[in-house]
């Protein structure tokens, strides 16, 4: 609607100072020529905005201009809330702040709106961790958000997986990520990733660093994460796979595009798997619904295992617990 899209060209340019035409119409997903109607609309219902011509020109807002228009529809007001999860806050530190935050916005809503947000508020609960895994333990979590804040060079003692385990870095730490209940810091130089739980020490710097100005967090990550899958299966089995069987991850995925019905019922898939170790121990869970076919190293590890199973099963009475 273009009453909406008028309140967010107008909240652009007061959240972020000047921006050109084409800057407003990709923000706006418009026209540049949209872009000029609506300026001009703004400008005629008493808007103080100036446009300013040259290579660094653009439109702007009179300085000291503010509007009190939240522009928030019903459903934005849910998701605003909604996306104030309370215990990643409260790790960062910033737990009484995201509640400070949410009373004020809160008070500036209408009434209806309120209603809202109370709604969404007594009906969803985020929780991202698992239900199987303890939290991680983070004390330099604080920390490290702080440094991420100020651009501030930190010194850490970092626990890895390979030889040796414990090193020392100096990262300029570019950002966080909390994924899966885990907190995550991209820090340059690379950029990289790092375990937050795996700082053993840290000692921040006296030393500012230079934050590039085409580093994207978001778009790092979605790559990052890309990367971690695809050098994480390296190698493939060969299956089959009982009717009901249910793997998970990216096996389940090339099972259910790859899979081939059999002529008893059962479906031959080739699917990824990180490891010999790992496929051996998540096959295991499907127990008689799965049959490995290839690698044979790994169905050998599957009939051994099998075997030592129906041999302890299979002695009247129970072993000794030798």
């Known amino acids: 609607m ?8 107008l909240l652009l340019l007061q959240t972020r100072g000047r921006m050109t035409a084409a800057q407003l119409a990709e923000e706006l997903e418009v026209s540049v020529r949209t872009v000029y109607r609506d300026v001009e609309a703004l400008s005629a219902a008493g808007v103080p905005l100036y446009g300013d011509a040259g290579h660094a020109g653009g439109y702007r807002l009179l300085d000291g201009y503010r509007t009190r228009l939240t522009g928030l529809t019903a459903q934005e007001a849910e998701a605003l809330f909604l996306s104030g999860a309370p215990g990643p806050a409260a ?6 702040v995201l509640a400070a935050a949410q009373l004020k916005v809160r008070a500036a809503l209408p009434a209806q709106l309120r209603a809202h947000t109370d709604r969404v508020a007594g009906r969803f609960h985020l929780d991202a961790p698992g239900w199987y895994t303890d939290a991680d333990d983070t004390p330099y979590l604080p ?5 991420v804040w100020q651009g501030r060079v930190l010194h850490v003692t970092y626990r890895r997986w390979r030889e040796p385990t414990d090193v020392r ?3 300029e730490p570019l950002g966080l990520v909390l994924k899966a209940g885990r907190w995550y810091v991209v820090a340059a130089p690379g950029p990289r990733t790092y375990r937050v739980d795996q700082i053993l020490e840290l000692t921040p710097g006296d030393e500012d660093f230079t934050r590039p100005a085409d580093f994207d967090l978001a778009a790092y990550w ?11 299966y390296r190698t493939e089995a060969l299956v089959r796979l009982a009717p009901g069987a249910r793997l998970t991850g990216p096996a389940a995925d090339a099972a259910h595009r790859t899979g081939r019905p059999q002529p008893d019922g059962w479906t031959l898939a080739r699917v990824p798997i990180e490891s010999l170790d790992h496929a051996h121990a998540e096959f295991l869970r ?6 490995v076919l290839e690698p044979a190293e790994l169905r050998e590890r599957m009939a051994r295992t099998a075997g030592e199973l129906a041999r302890r099963y299979g002695t009247a009475g129970g072993g000794d617990g030798g």
């Open 91 to 96: 790790e960062l530190g910033l737990g009484p």
């Open 169 to 171: 870095r100096r990262l």
């Open 286 to 291: 499907l127990g008689t619904d799965i049959e």
């Open 2 to 9: 273009k009453s909406s899209r008028l309140v967010s060209l």
């Open 143 to 147: 920390a490290v958000a702080d440094a």
């Open 222 to 232: 979605t790559s990052y994460q890309r990367d971690f899958h695809r050098t994480l």
